[in-house]
């Protein structure tokens, strides 16, 4: 069964550093979605994107942060300069469109600022 | 602002007992998604409700929608231990597919 993808698993860096969070998203999907999840605590969305572009975003996801489809599979987020707040469960998710299909989700890149 | 609430918030059962989670939401959206999630794991489908009066099973666990109440709830029967897990309810935040999320319900099984 196909399946959303993501690296690294787990990814620690310091602060202010930029970080790249990779995602293969369902290949026949064609929306794409970031979400985080601090410890403990519920699941935020962060921004769509659509026809490569960014379609919605959250508060949450400020010019810190951009996202990337480099090639026809890949899918990426940057934070440009990591804070302590920053820290949590990256997910990628996918769905084939909007009608009335789920979304699917990957099995996220614990992220850890220090 | 849209808000999606779910109760309990924590939900501790024994074996064999039956319960409901809750979730209210507050946008006028016809869809609603349910998922758990394992510690430390990602989020699985469990259900997708598309309209009024849904309802979904799925082993012990079943899902129903009223779209005028903004109500939807999971019902447990007879639970075990395989279902200890955080649930939760979600609805389409925008017009691109985004999901909200409520705040989840951990669930706990005990023998």
């Known amino acids: 069964e196909p ?5 690294p698993s787990h990814q620690v860096t310091q602060m202010g ?30 921004v769509s994107f659509y026809n490569n572009e960014i379609s919605e975003k ?14 026809g599979s890949n899918f990426t987020l940057k934070i440009r300069s990591t804070k302590l707040e920053d820290s949590a469960m990256y997910f990628c998710a996918s769905r084939v469109g909007l009608a009335w299909e789920t979304q699917y989700f990957g099995p996220g890149t614990r992220l850890l600022v220090l | 602002e849209l808000k999606v609430e ?7 059962m024994q074996e064999g007992k039956n319960y409901t989670i ?32 849904a309802v979904k099973q799925e082993g012990r666990l079943m899902a129903s929608l009223d779209t005028k109440a ?4 999971l019902h447990i029967t007879a639970a075990v231990h395989d ?21 989840g319900t951990k669930l706990s099984v005990k023998p």
């Open chain 1, 3 to 7: 399946e959303v993808t993501q690296t």
């Open chain 1, 17 to 46: 550093q930029e970080v790249i969070l990779r995602c293969v998203p369902i290949s026949n999907h064609l929306y794409f979605y970031w979400y985080r999840q601090i410890l403990g605590q519920k699941v935020e969305f962060l």
């Open chain 1, 58 to 71: 959250s508060e949450i996801f400020d010019d810190q942060f951009s996202v990337e489809r480099p090639d």
């Open chain 2, 6 to 12: 779910q109760n309990p918030l924590f939900l501790s």
């Open chain 2, 22 to 53: 809750y979730c209210n939401y507050s946008t006028t959206s016809d869809r609603l998604y349910w998922y758990r999630q394992d510690p430390g794991k990602s989020l699985e489908s469990l259900f997708v409700l598309l309209s009024n009066g």
């Open chain 2, 70 to 73: 903004r109500l939807s709830t």
């Open chain 2, 83 to 103: 279902l200890s897990a955080t649930y939760f309810c979600a609805v389409d935040g925008g017009s691109q597919g985004n999901l909200i999320f409520g705040k």
